[in-house]
């Protein structure tokens, strides 16, 4: 695909969608035109579904469960029976903020369940 004006051009490669125009080219993503999210399967409650976060919100995720000790799935089902008026994705990105939060004020380690109480 191209698609071509009077000062910038639109193509489709290999590697994404291009922009070029007066500022040089670049993909859209780094023009902010395309999401960023990393969408991944999970299971909750026995059922898979699945869920968009960003890269690093991915990464710190695991990193709790590292450090919790608690697989994924069961991190996240605790999340969603925990949550009230929120989607998922935004009760996760909440108990993310609070628990690194907590980590950072705290020199003892805490259990998922006490930081679920504070996070949602």
Do not use: H
């Not at 869920?51 to 999340?79: H, K, S, Y």
């Amino acid at each position: 695909m191209l698609i071509i004006e009077s000062d910038f051009w639109i193509a489709r490669g290999i590697t994404g969608i291009f922009l070029r125009g007066a500022s040089g080219c670049k993909t859209l993503t780094q023009l902010g035109l395309m999401s960023t999210l990393v969408n991944r399967n999970i299971t909750l409650k026995g059922r898979r579904t699945s869920l968009r976060l960003e890269p690093d919100m991915w990464e710190a995720l695991f990193e709790i469960c590292v450090r919790e000790n608690c697989p994924i799935g069961e991190l996240c089902t605790q999340i969603d029976e925990a949550k009230e008026d929120s989607s998922l994705t935004a009760a996760i990105r909440v108990y993310i903020l609070i628990y690194f939060r907590n980590a950072a004020t705290s020199d003892q380690p805490r259990g998922v369940e006490t930081f679920l109480g504070e996070a949602i």
